[in-house]
T-cell receptor
Framework: GENVEQHPSTLSVQEGDSAVIKCTYS??????FPWYKQELGKGPQLIID?????GEKKDQRIAVTLNKTAKHFSLHITETQPEDSAVYFC????????????FGAGTQVVVTP | DAGVIQSPRHEVTEMGQEVTLRCKPI?????LFWYRQTMMRGLELLIY????????DSGMPEDRFSAKMPNASFSTLKIQPSEPRDSAVYFC????????????FGEGSRLTVL
């Protein structure tokens, strides 16, 4: 099955700096790559996603890049703010397994003022 | 819409007891998922339903776990008998297949088995 590895496990950044989280996946048949943010005591929430026919996608301070050849994708957060502090999960899904998202282990991001 | 609603939010029980977790998905969503979250194993998919029918239960850890979806607005995850290693946060999520697959998670049920 699909295996998703996520790095780093923790990330501490100064407010205003950028944060980058990287994920790799194992199955070349994967074609959908979402990112979820989980705040303390809450369920994960989708923040951005990318499909395999696109190399980059941006939404305000958040961007995701995908390198299909290398089988890795990254989340970039610019101008970080304290409310960006949370656990971020990457995930991957194959075309023929619509319901089966494979999540990475998560990255705890701490934004210090 | 109120979002995905789970109950109870917290459950503390003793080993051997039956535990039932409940979920009300977002109205109109045709997929429902049960996930388990632990520090050691992260987010694991246990089972998912499409139009109330179980599609894949390969993530259910063992026969002690069972899930049902009697109608489009209700699902249960049951553990009988419970064991300390079942302690985790259990999330229910729902999705509308026609919208690309965003999962909407509930706030979770934190289970502690003593």
């Amino acid at each position: 099955g699909e295996n998703v590895e996520q790095h780093p496990s923790t990330l501490s950044v100064q407010e205003g700096d950028s944060a980058v989280i990287k994920c790799t996946y194992s199955d070349s048949a994967s074609n959908y790559f979402p990112w979820y943010k989980q705040e303390l005591g809450k369920g994960p929430q989708l923040i951005i996603d990318i499909r395999s026919n696109v190399g980059e996608k941006k939404d305000q301070r958040i961007a995701v890049t995908l390198n299909k050849t290398a089988k890795h994708f990254s989340l970039h957060i610019t101008e970080t703010q304290p409310e960006d502090s949370a656990v971020y999960f990457c995930a991957a899904r194959k075309t023929d397994s619509w319901g089966k998202l494979q999540f990475g282990a998560g990255t705890q991001v701490v934004v210090t003022p | 819409d109120a979002g995905v609603i789970q109950s109870p939010r917290h459950e503390v029980t003793e080993m051997g007891q039956e535990v039932t977790l409940r979920c009300k998905p977002i109205s109109g969503h045709d997929y429902l998922f049960w996930y388990r979250q632990t520090m050691m194993r992260g987010l694991e998919l246990l089972i998912y339903f499409n139009n109330n029918v179980p599609i894949d239960d390969s993530g259910m850890p063992e026969d002690r776990f069972s899930a049902k979806m009697p109608n489009a607005s209700f699902s249960t995850l049951k553990i009988q008998p419970s064991e300390p290693r079942d302690s985790a946060v259990y999330f229910c999520a729902s999705s509308f297949g026609g919208m690309g697959g965003e999962l909407f998670f509930g706030e979770g049920s934190r289970l502690t088995v003593l």
